[in-house]
């Protein structure tokens, strides 16, 4: 019982080259940037798109093969689909459209009708039945698409940044529904979206997917814990350097190097916390501290009483200090600085 | 929004008020004239006499049958054009599009050469299915679907392509088919404009002169149209002409000012 898409999808110069699983029960997150393949993994899920190399399968049954020209047509999938949009039909009230996928599988229309009623009242908008989905507010929009994906009971529910296209002030309360709602589905739940919050309230598991491969999977606090793209470590805020790991020390490819402790030779990730920076004016011999390294003042960001200052050199940082010990120091953007950071406070792993 | 409009009123440029007042006045001017040149007292003899009716009833079910052809082929022409990419598609485009821009004398000539009874086409459907065109009433559909379908098909493909193709996409995965997507998502969704060619098509053959007497004749009864009684009564009855004119005039007027509700009810639908 499970969804598997190992596949290719060449669209222009874009690769989509990825190999995921779903496991029944569970709801998978794709994570990644703009441009990076999400909705083209979907539209290949759907079946909107052929895959070029590769195969999809769902609970046993071949949906696409490149390999032996199987192509299962999206309306033969066992896949419902949450758009980014909706995209609900405007020309049809709301029960039709919940119901539009039992009449497109051949239900008579006073049956359909019934069970698109019943999922409205289930999503808590029995009264909008006869509404237009122009006379809907965008969580409702959604809960609507999300009853018409689920009337036809599909065994796999793809969902295309399903909170995208809500502002910031209904955001919040759509996810805690979507979360509740997603919970009554038993398939297999497959989300796109570009937002980590997102992934962290919906999801069991995560995909990043970055320029079209998936450069790291496991569960949220697996990955954040230790990010392997600088993609997941922006998402989380913090510094990851790559190098090669030799007598104690990381060897960046920039020239730096960074004294680590109890890492293993070769080829290593280091993720050095903003937090565990500190700021100087000048270098001092007389620290513990292994590791420090001149720089200037980049760009300086308040956010509440911490500042998140970049710091620009052979080691490219981003430290986070309080306001209080930015004035003390009297920085500015320009001015020379010193990095420094324990050996102890830096985390290494293998790439 | 009361106080925009008065503030955008009060910044007209007076040179362009002027040259717009003009334009609407040359197109006032000449249907003034008509009005004002009609015989009024005979309107009930004109269009009581056999003839008047004969024609009348002719153009209205020769103008509906196009329509209906327009509809049958235009729609799918629309579709092809708007949807499938194919080497050429800007020459078929232009191609299918030719007899609304060319003189309707022109197609009535075109017609003739290919399915007259002695053209490239016309001799084989009247050596082998007994098929003649020219000068039969259906030679007039033929001639009026001619010159009226570009105008269903350039107003249906601009809707198709600014229609989201994604509607379709999510039709597809709840499960229907190609043709169910059709029916049930693509064509009801382009609604207003196909209001909108249909009519236009159909008042584009109701006033078909030039190809219909071409390639159809003007034979009373069988190809003599509207327009063709008109021109034929101005030499004969220039009081009968008029008439016919202004009813020519009234019909096609109330089926602007109704399209015009369609045209803002469509746009309307692309803005929500």
């Not at chain 1, 290949?44 to 999809?56: E, K, M, N, S």
């Not at chain 2, 493909?157 to 193709?165: C, F, G, I, K, N």
């Amino acid at each position: 019982m499970s969804l598997q898409a190992d596949i290719a999808v060449r669209a222009g110069t874009f690769e989509l080259d990825v190999d995921v699983t779903v496991g029944r029960g569970e709801v998978l997150a794709v994570l990644g940037p703009n441009g990076s393949g999400k909705t083209t993994l979907l539209r290949a899920i759907a079946g909107l798109v052929p895959v070029d190399h590769g195969r999809i399968v769902v609970d046993g049954e071949v949906l696409d093969d490149a390999t032996s020209d199987t192509f299962v047509a999206p309306e033969h999938r066992p896949i419902g689909v949450v758009f980014q949009d909706y995209l609900l039909f405007d020309h049809l009230s709301v029960t039709e459209n919940v119901a539009f996928g039992l009449r497109a599988h051949g239900r008579p229309k006073a049956d359909s009708r019934t069970i698109a009623d019943d999922w409205l009242e289930r999503m808590g908008l029995a009264e909008f039945g006869r509404a237009r989905p122009n006379e809907l507010s965008g969580g409702q929009a959604q809960r609507v698409a999300l009853a018409r994906a689920l009337a036809t009971d599909p065994a796999v529910l793809l969902l295309d940044e399903p909170l995208a296209a809500l502002d910031a002030s209904t955001r919040n309360e759509v996810r805690r529904d979507l979360r509740r709602h997603l919970a009554t589905f038993d398939g297999m739940r497959l989300l796109v979206t570009h937002d980590p919050v997102d992934a962290y309230a919906l999801a069991d598991r995560v995909a990043i997917l970055e320029g079209g491969r998936v450069v790291q999977t496991g569960t949220i606090a697996s990955v954040t814990a230790h990010p392997r793209s600088r993609y997941v470590a922006d998402l989380i805020g913090t510094n990851l350097v790559v190098g090669v790991v030799a007598d104690g020390h990381l060897h960046v490819d920039g020239g730096a190097s960074i004294v680590v402790a109890d890492a293993v030779p070769g080829a290593s990730f280091a993720m050095i916390r903003p937090q565990a920076i500190t700021l100087a004016l000048t270098a001092d011999p007389t620290s513990s501290a292994r590791n420090s390294w001149p720089g200037t003042v980049g760009e300086i960001d308040r956010l509440g009483d911490r500042a998140r200052v970049t710091i620009d050199g052979t080691l490219p940082l981003t430290a986070e200090v309080t306001t209080a010990a930015l004035d003390a120091l009297a920085l500015r953007p320009g001015d020379a600085v010193h990095a420094t950071v324990k050996a102890t406070d830096i985390v290494t792993y293998p790439t | 929004m009361s106080s925009t409009r008065r503030g955008d009123r009060s910044e007209l440029p007076v040179g362009v008020l002027i040259l717009a007042v003009i334009a609407i006045l040359f197109f006032a001017l000449p249907f003034l004239g008509l009005l004002w040149r009609a015989p009024w007292g005979s309107v009930r003899d004109v269009l009581g006499q056999e003839s008047v009716r004969t024609a009348l009833w002719l153009s209205v079910r020769t103008s509906l049958t196009a329509t209906l052809f327009a509809l049958v082929f235009g729609v799918p022409l629309a579709w092809l054009l708007a949807r499938v990419s194919f080497p050429g598609r800007g020459a078929v485009r232009a191609l299918c599009l030719l007899s609304m821009v060319l003189p309707p004398v022109v197609g009535g000539v075109a017609l003739f050469f290919s399915f007259g009874r002695r053209g490239l086409f016309g001799q084989y459907l009247d050596r082998w299915f007994d098929i003649q065109l020219p000068f039969t009433t259906w030679g007039v559909v033929v001639a009026q679907t001619f010159v009226a379908m570009p105008f269903l098909v350039i107003t249906v493909e601009a809707a198709l392509r600014q229609l989201d193709p994604r509607h379709e996409d999510a039709a597809r995965t709840l499960g229907a088919s190609r043709w169910y997507v059709f029916r049930r998502v693509t064509l009801p969704a382009i609604r207003p404009a196909l209001i909108a060619g249909a009519v236009l098509a159909w008042a584009r053959a109701l006033g078909e002169f030039g190809a219909t007497i071409t390639f159809a004749g003007n034979f009373p009864g069988t190809t003599q149209t509207m327009p063709l009684a008109t021109y034929l009564a101005l030499e004969t009855d220039p009081d009968e002409a008029l008439i016919i004119s202004i009813v020519l005039v009234a019909v096609s007027f109330s089926v602007l000012i109704c399209l015009r509700d369609r045209w803002l009810g469509g746009a309307r639908a692309a803005l929500a």
